[in-house]
């Protein structure tokens, strides 16, 4: 079982950026995949960008595509998203998601979920 935990999240303005986090809490992290999705109130949640076990690839979703990166640092067991130029539309809980074997956007396919933390963009 993989636990992780996310941090960073908090209030900003708009065109400001932060760094979320997810700590997990075994070896095993390094062969996952790893995802950021984000859901805001009355919306379904929606994935952001993920990143590959070994960190060779990547894929950002069209409307963070160029602002956001997702990153991971294996030794520390540690992935990041970068969050630059933040609009108000990126509000929303942002949860990291790991998983094998998998490198797609769907939610129901990440067996590992972080409890979130919350992102708000204040115009």
């Known amino acids: 079982q993989v636990q992780l935990v996310e941090s960073g999240g908090g209030l900003v303005q708009a065109g400001d950026s932060l760094r979320l986090s997810c700590v997990a809490s075994?070896?095993?992290?390094?062969?996952?995949?790893m995802a950021w999705f984000r859901q805001a109130p009355g919306k379904e949640r929606e994935f952001v960008a993920v990143?590959?076990?070994?960190?060779?690839?990547?894929s950002t979703a069209e409307p963070v595509e160029g602002r956001f990166f997702i990153a991971r640092d294996n030794a520390k067991n540690t992935g990041y998203l970068q969050m630059n130029s933040l609009k108000p539309e990126d509000s929303a809980i942002y949860y990291c998601a790991a998983t094998p074997n998998y490198i797609g956007r769907s939610a129901r396919e990440y067996v590992y979920w972080g409890q979130g933390t919350q992102v708000t963009v204040s115009s």
């Open positions: 075994g070896r095993t992290f390094s062969t996952y995949s």
């Open positions: 990143i590959t076990a070994g960190g060779a690839a990547t």
